[in-house]
Structures are given as structure tokens and as C-alpha cells.
Nanobody
Framework: QLQLVESGGGLVQPGGSLTLSCAAS????????IGWYRQAPGKEREGISC????????NYADSVKGRFTISRDNAKNTFFLQMNSLKHEDTGVYYCVAEYLGGCPRRIAMAYFDYWGQGTQVTVSS
């Protein structure tokens, strides 16, 4: 069974940092585009970062650019989202995603991802 499982969410103070992990099982990530989406309370789901399957394209939403970093470790079949300088508005459920031979357009909302994790809650609050 192909599965993505997020971990690393939690409660953090404004200005703090968190690292989310996404472990893939049932398939290897080598030829997959990967990414992260989030959904804040009362808001639409937002694509926040992705890397294309070739690795040639990495993009971030303007709302997280300069604060978040996406990375992958194919040897561990895992990818990550390092989140720094967290703000209240970063609160939400974060989902990791993957797509075989997928791309990573500048407008992440235009990307298609077939595989989704179950989501992990990130709460930024003092």
C-alpha cells in the first residue's frame, strides 16, 4: 500500500522553528515530485512548497519564502519541511504530497499530486 506519513507537528511560539517529516512507504521517492500543502482554519488549502521529480525546480509560496525550506533524502525515502520564524498565520494542518514524474510549477496550485498524507497539525501560539 502506497502511503505518506507526516510527523513533527506541534505547538510552537511565534518566531520558533519546527521541522516536518514525511516518510513514504510502499514506493520509493526517487522519481516523484514532492511537496507540502497546508490548510488554515476557515481558509482554502494552499500549496506552500514543492520540488519536481527531476530536482530541477523548487518553488515556495510567497507567504513562506525565505522562512521555509523543503528538502529530500531519497536514501531514507523521506522528505522534510524546515519552518523558521513561524507566525500565527502559519497555523494549520500540513499535508505532504507526491506525484510520479511530477512537476513543480511556480504557481504550486497548478501542480497535481496524487498521493497525500493524513496531515499533521501545526499551531503557532504564545
Amino acid at each position: 500500500q502506497l502511503q505518506l506519513v507526516e510527523s513533527g507537528g506541534g505547538l510552537v511560539q511565534p518566531g520558533g522553528s519546527l521541522t516536518l517529516s514525511c516518510a513514504a512507504s510502499g514506493f520509493t521517492l526517487d522519481y516523484y515530485a514532492i511537496g507540502w500543502y497546508r490548510q488554515a482554519p476557515g481558509k482554502e488549502r494552499e500549496g506552500i512548497s514543492c520540488i519536481s521529480s527531476s530536482g530541477s525546480s523548487t518553488n515556495y509560496a510567497d507567504s513562506v519564502k525565505g522562512r521555509f525550506t523543503i528538502s529530500r533524502d531519497n536514501a531514507k525515502n523521506t522528505f522534510f519541511l524546515q519552518m523558521n520564524s513561524l507566525k500565527h498565520e502559519d497555523t494549520g494542518v500540513y499535508y505532504c504530497v507526491a506525484e510520479y514524474l511530477g512537476g513543480c510549477p511556480r504557481r504550486i496550485a497548478m501542480a497535481y499530486f496524487d498521493y497525500w498524507g493524513q496531515g499533521t497539525q501545526v499551531t503557532v501560539s504564545s
